[in-house]
Each structure stands twice: as structure tokens, then as C-alpha cells.
């Protein structure tokens, strides 16, 4: 099956939608698939065509990173994706700003289009009255539609009386991400907390820096945060005025391949998010025997209980230090740890994403195994 994947960001960026797409992709190619990923030239340094794992990358110019800026891409790379789904069997849209190209280049072309809706960005374009109108015309365009938890679907469906939208959650590559020794070793008899989240006000690190006096009036913990962003230097002066900089150390973004023995080097992953589909670096905690505490938004739920972790309110410092401090001082965390890992592999592998794209794309072909 040849299949052509546009989408904005793609590896080496790092976020849920990118390891999304790479995993799909890579598990596609694994199975035999011809696969060509449409991107952007998102930095500086990045070829403008290689393949890696097997997948074909193309990338075009991004003139900015807004929604002005993907829009623009997304008719800027047009062209080079006409040229790719030439005798493309499937086309498949990875956000909604990559409907456009996509639904251009197919013009007059019988390949079947699907879409898959990601990010909050989407749940706040859609609460502007005149965005709605033009997101769900665009949603029209597909043929099916895909998306990354409950509430992404449930908005996407609201937005035309024909469109109706499949939540797939986000897969794990289980094989990558699974109990590995610490790369860091804590203090004697000292508990770990890891915070793995891009530092942007939408993540919600700071509620995390603020309950951290509370947590350490309870427990005797450390904390990391993998991850950089533009928050970092205020995250660091309000650890410094809460006097809890000696405590917590933030690490920066670091490689993909380092994340699972950091994740392992913890005993609870904290993800204090504000907005969230599902989030994969949550599900990468699980899949490393990582119980997860995290805010009840957007599509946290849907992964996150009692069996593998907890939940707390949004922006409440207190709340999440309550959670915190009940899960580390149950004698429940290593069964926790272990439940989290079994539901990954049962119901979130990169193979069950893959499994079930292919059933889809083999429907709207007419295919029968």
C-alpha cells in the first residue's frame, strides 16, 4: 500500500503529535508499506529530503510557528504533495492545517483521505465562532476522520452534522519504552518525582513548582523536569522564592532515547497539564512501570485511574500535592507501577495503532483480507 502523511512537525521536533506520526509510520514501513511523510523544515540544519527507518521524508519552508505560519505551509507544500500522491493508495492529514495541501493535491484523485485531530490547539480554534464554520468544512473534505482522545471527537463531531470522528489513542512503542535501569540514582531512602513536559503555560509546570513545598512537607522527594521551553527561567526563580530550588533540577529537553531510563529513574511521573489530548509521554511513564498523578483535563482521563496512578483538579497546587503524597506513601505503588505497564502493552502499543489504521484504510479501499 503506498500511503502519503502530511503533517506540520515531524522528529527530530519532539511532542505528542510527532512521536505520534513517526511511530505510525515506522510500524507502517515495518509491515511492508510504502510511506512518505510531508513535513516542514521546522529548523535550521534539516535536509529537505532523506529517508529514515524506511519513510520517505519531504520537507517545505515553515514561515512561522503560529497558525498563520502552518496555514502557510500548508499551501506552500502543495506542490510537493501533488507530487507525492501520485498513485498514492491512502492519504492520510495528521492535524487538521494539513487538510488543505492534502484535498489539493488529491483534487480529481479517487485515493481515499483520512484526518486525524491532535492538540489543543484545535480545542481553541474551535471555540471562535467564525474558525467553527471553517473547521468543519474542512473536516467535510475527509473521508474519515481520527482523533487523539474523547473530547477532540467530541468537538470535531459538533462541528458539521456529517462528520463523524473515531478516537485512537495515541500508541506507545512498548519494546523502547519498558522498565530499564535509572539513568540517575537517587539519595538513600529519598523518592523521585519526574516531570516530562515541554515548559509552556499550557503544560502547567508551574501548579507542579508550587505544590513542591507541600510534597516535601510530607514526603522526602526530589524532582526533575525533562524538558525546555520558554517558562524555564520563571519556573526557576519561583522554585528559588519558594525555597525549593535545591529540590528540583531542570534537566532541559533531552534525546527521545534517553527518556526511558530517565522515566526509570523515578517513582511517580507528574503531568500537571491545563489542556491535554492523550498524552503519549504519559503513556511512555506507564508503558516504564511509572505510575502517573495527572491533572483531570482533556483526554488524562482516559488512561489515568486509580489502577495505575491518580487524578487531581487543574491549576490547584493543593490538590496535586494531596495526590502526590496518597500515592507515595501507599504500599500500592509498585502494583500501580506494574498495572500501568500491562494496560500499555493490552490497550496502547504502537502495534494496536497500527493495527487498527490498516483496518481502516483496508475499509475505505474495499480491501478484505
Given at each position: 500500500m503506498k500511503i502519503v502523511v502530511h503533517c506540520v512537525y515531524y522528529p527530530p521536533e519532539v511532542g505528542g503529535l510527532e512521536?505520534?506520526?513517526h511511530?505510525?509510520?515506522r510500524g507502517l514501513a515495518r509491515?511492508?508499506?510504502?510511506v512518505t511523510v510531508i513535513t516542514s523544515l521546522s529548523r535550521p540544519g534539516l535536509a529537505r529530503e532523506e529517508t529514515r527507518e524506511g519513510i520517505r521524508i519531504r520537507r517545505t519552508p515553515l514561515p512561522a510557528r503560529t497558525p498563520r505560519g502552518w496555514f502557510s505551509h500548508a499551501v506552500g507544500s502543495t506542490p510537493r504533495t501533488r507530487e507525492a500522491v501520485q498513485g498514492a493508495d491512502i492519504v492520510h492529514a495528521q492535524a487538521f492545517p494539513s487538510l488543505v495541501p492534502c484535498a489539493l493535491a488529491l483534487a480529481g484523485d479517487s485515493a481515499p483521505l483520512?484526518?486525524?485531530?491532535?492538540t489543543s490547539h484545535f480545542l481553541r480554534l474551535a471555540r471562535r465562532p467564525f474558525v467553527r464554520t471553517a473547521l468543519g468544512k474542512l473536516l467535510e473534505l475527509s473521508d474519515y476522520n481520527f482523533a487523539a482522545s474523547k473530547e477532540i471527537a467530541d468537538v470535531g463531531e459538533?462541528?458539521?452534522g456529517s462528520v463523524s470522528v473515531e478516537v485512537v489513542v495515541n500508541g506507545v512503542e512498548t519494546d523502547i519504552f519498558r522498565p530499564v535501569p535509572p539513568r540517575m540514582e537517587p539519595q538513600a531512602g529519598r523518592r523521585r518525582i519526574i516531570v516530562p513536559r515541554r515548559l509552556f503555560?499550557?503544560?502547567?509546570v508551574e501548579y507542579f513548582v508550587r505544590a513542591l513545598p507541600t510534597v516535601l512537607a510530607g514526603a522526602d522527594v526530589d524532582a526533575i523536569v525533562v524538558g525546555d521551553g520558554p517558562e524555564r527561567e520563571r519556573l526557576e526563580r519561583i522554585a528559588g522564592e519558594l525555597g525549593v530550588a535545591d529540590r528540583i533540577e531542570f534537566l532541559g529537553a533531552r534525546r527521545h532515547a534517553e527518556m526511558p531510563g530517565l522515566l526509570?529513574?523515578?517513582?511517580l511521573s507528574v503531568f500537571p497539564s491545563l489542556m491535554e489530548a492523550t498524552s503519549v509521554a504519559a503513556l511512555e511513564s506507564m508503558a516504564c512501570g511509572v505510575p502517573v498523578a495527572a491533572s483531570a483535563v482533556g483526554g488524562l482521563p482516559q488512561i489515568v485511574d486509580d489502577d495505575v496512578g491518580g487524578l487531581f483538579a487543574p491549576a490547584d497546587p493543593e490538590a496535586l500535592a494531596r495526590t502526590v503524597l496518597r500515592l507515595l506513601d501507599e504500599k500500592g505503588l509498585a502494583r500501580r507501577a506494574k498495572t500501568a505497564r500491562q494496560r500499555v502493552v493490552s490497550h496502547w502499543s504502537n502495534d494496536r495503532l497500527v493495527d487498527r489504521h490498516l483496518e481502516v484504510y483496508r475499509e475505505l479501499l474495499g480491501i478484505r483480507k
Open positions: 512521536s505520534h506520526v511511530y505510525l509510520c509491515r511492508g508499506h510504502d483520512l484526518c486525524t485531530l491532535h459538533s462541528l458539521s503555560p499550557k503544560n502547567g526509570c529513574s523515578a517513582d
